[in-house]
């Protein structure tokens, strides 16, 4: 069973860290793109961060530029990402999801496998 688990969300204060997971069971993550979205109530899904399968290489959204670091560790079938610097604007919940190819993008058409998704607030 293909299957996307998110962890390591919760409650920051404003400048504080964290760093969510995304482990892949069913299937193996280094042939695939993997890209965090997040959500807010009552915006859509915005693309944070991707990493691709060729290279490593990764991109991010204007808005987490200098904060975030997207990573992969394919022993273990886990993306991370490193979320530095919160501010209260970051407050949504993340989500990961896969798509074939080798570059990958943050447009939401391109992911075919979603996680459940994990809440992530930062409030003082």
């Known amino acids: 069973q293909v299957q996307l688990v998110e962890s390591g969300g919760g409650l920051v204060q404003p400048g504080g860290s964290l760093r969510l997971s995304c482990a892949a069971s069913g299937f193996s993550l280094d042939r695939y793109n993997i890209a965090w979205f997040r959500q807010a109530p009552g915006k859509t899904r915005e693309g944070v961060s991707c990493i691709s399968s060729a290279g490593g290489i990764a991109d991010y959204a204007d808005s987490v530029k200098g904060r975030f670091t997207i990573s992969r560790d394919d022993a273990k079938n886990t993306v991370y990402l490193q979320m530095n610097s919160l501010r209260p604007e970051d407050t949504a919940s993340y989500y990961c999801?896969?798509?074939?190819?080798?570059?990958?993008?943050?447009?939401?058409?391109?992911?075919?496998?979603w996680g459940q998704g994990i809440q992530v607030t930062v409030s003082s």
């Open positions: 999801a896969t798509a074939p190819g080798a570059y990958c993008t943050l447009s939401f058409y391109e992911y075919d496998y």
